[in-house]
């Protein structure tokens, strides 16, 4: 059974850095595509980035410059580096497989303070 846990949100003041983390546990890690996405009350689940079996990767225009998507496929671990944050990037942030697993993970909240 496939098993999500992201972690490493929090709280940080605009402007600031947060480096979110994704272990996977029930796939062979190292063959999937994987995907950070976000959502924010009262809003729709949104893609944020995504990075291949092969570490390409691809960032929404939204977050590109700030967002970073990396994975060590050793430790079975997806991670999205959040820098220059803003008080709009306050979100729940999940990562998912590609496609999408269907059972997503609880997410990691992030709060930005202005």
């Known amino acids: 059974q496939v098993h999500l846990v992201e972690s490493g949100g929090g709280l940080v003041q605009a402007g600031g850095s947060l480096r979110l983390s994704c272990a996977a546990s029930?796939?062979?890690?190292?063959?999937?595509?994987m995907a950070w996405y976000r959502q924010a009350p009262g809003r729709k689940r949104t893609f944020l980035a995504r990075i291949t079996s092969d570490g390409f990767t691809l960032v929404d225009a939204s977050v590109k410059g700030r967002f970073t998507v990396s994975r060590d496929n050793a430790k079975n671990t997806l991670y999205l580096q959040l820098n220059s944050l803003k008080p709009e990037d306050a979100a729940v942030y999940f990562c998912?497989?590609?496609?999408?697993?269907?059972?997503w993970g609880q997410g990691t909240q992030v709060t930005v303070s202005s």
């Open positions: 998912n497989t590609l496609p999408n697993f269907p059972n």
């Open positions: 029930g796939i062979n890690f190292s063959r999937n595509d």
